[in-house]
């Protein structure tokens, strides 16, 4: 008490330290998000503009924004409920090549900035959808799958899922996408992306630190647990 009684009234000493902390954790993390969004004389993203521009994504990403579980192929990610913000992050970063993947990049290229602020508010006011694939796992990889995600492994020093993606991995603001209810394909491809140095547009390395340190077992575990989440509507609206 004495000791917190001394920082807050040395003041701007203190502030500056406070401050400096500040912008080395969480301030990295919100700057990745807002240098995405920051074109000038954009418009807020128009959902019904945002269909229009979405025609191509159909295809893979389905009409209801519900993605595919393709089983030993490249699953397309749910986008369904995702948060705009952490869609048009994702999207800037294929088309400046921030992330790569040969699929995604050319439709990302031909979005313009108002189509991509566009198209991620359309998607995120879709209702969450189900997500497939990990219906064989047992129940010890489901087990396993449930610890990683909401307690984590100090033993392998693997942080629980939850403390970032939130309670439920139902996502947390723009910087901490849903995993829950996401295809086990998507997710597993995603940590092994991390694991294998190919995904490294995460602020601060956030997640390639933890993929690192996850056995292929251990991946196939909480893609399954995530998958198997029933949808969870956030905010109660
Ligand atoms: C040919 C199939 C295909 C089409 C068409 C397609 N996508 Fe994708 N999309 C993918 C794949 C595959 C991924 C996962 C890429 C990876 O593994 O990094 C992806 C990932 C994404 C992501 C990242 C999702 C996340 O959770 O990180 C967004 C956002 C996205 N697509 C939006 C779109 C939009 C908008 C369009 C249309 C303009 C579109 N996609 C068209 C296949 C496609
Ligand atoms: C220290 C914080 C942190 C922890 C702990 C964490 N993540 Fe993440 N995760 C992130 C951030 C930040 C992103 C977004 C990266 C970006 O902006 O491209 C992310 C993205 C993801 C994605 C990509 C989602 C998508 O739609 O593209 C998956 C899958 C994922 N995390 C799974 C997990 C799993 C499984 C665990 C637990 C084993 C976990 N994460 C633990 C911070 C974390």
Known sequence: MADQGCIIQNNSIGETVMSKRILGGLGLLLGAGLSAGSALALEPGDPQRGQAAAATCTACHQANGSGMHVPGGESWPRLAGQDAGYIEKQLHDFKSGRRQNASMMPFATMLDDQ????????????????ASGGEEASDAVMARGEQLANRGDWDDYI?????????????????????????????????????????????????????????????????AWYARQAPVVEGGE
């Open 115 to 130: 189509q991509i602020a566009d198209v991620a508010a359309y998607y995120s006011q879709m209702e969450i959808t189900p």
């Open 159 to 223: 942080v629980s899922c939850s403390s970032c993606h939130g309670p439920g991995g139902t996502g947390v603001g723009s910087e901490f996408p849903g995993v829950a209810s996401q295809h086990a394909g998507y997710i597993s491809a995603q940590l092994h992306a991390w694991k294998d140095g190919e995904r490294s547009n995460d602020p601060q390395n956030l997640m390639g630190a933890i993929a690192k340190r996850m056995s292929d077992d251990d991946i196939a575990a909480v893609s």
